[in-house]
């Protein structure tokens, strides 16, 4: 499995990106490191990176009610990194489609 999992295309993403239009959010492995975020990005998307954050989210306890009974589960746990790129640049995820 690669570094990026996928582009985190939100409405609460997308008004960040709106607001601030040179920061973007992935889901990213939970191992990765911030140097291995930034390389990847470069090179996927050949734009340069000045600065990753990122964030560790727990999985949370979910129930719900059916026909037979409460069915208890939990979400998985993720990382997310907001890539902030240089001035100018963009990156565009529906380019390909």
């Given at each position: 499995?690669?570094?990026?999992?996928?582009?985190i295309?939100?409405e609460?993403?997308?008004?960040?990106?709106?607001?601030?239009?040179?920061?973007?959010?992935?889901?990213?492995?939970?191992?990765?490191?911030?140097?291995?975020?930034?390389?990847?990005?470069?090179?996927?998307?050949?734009?340069?990176?000045i600065d990753?954050?990122?964030?560790?989210?727990?999985?949370?306890?979910?129930?719900?009610?059916?026909?037979?009974?409460?069915?208890?589960?939990?979400?998985?746990?993720?990382k997310k990194?907001?890539?902030t790129?240089?001035?100018?640049?963009?990156?565009?995820?529906?380019?390909?489609i």
């Amino acid at each position: 499995m690669g570094i990026i999992i996928k582009p985190i295309v939100t409405e609460k993403q997308t008004a960040v990106t709106e607001k601030m239009p040179n920061r973007f959010g992935f889901r990213v492995s939970p191992k990765a490191n911030k140097l291995e975020i930034k390389k990847t990005i470069e090179s996927t998307y050949n734009v340069s990176v000045i600065d990753v954050n990122t964030m560790n989210y727990s999985g949370k306890a979910k129930s719900r009610y059916t026909k037979s009974g409460i069915v208890n589960g939990r979400q998985d746990a993720f990382k997310k990194a907001i890539v902030t790129l240089k001035e100018g640049e963009t990156i565009d995820f529906f380019s390909n489609i």
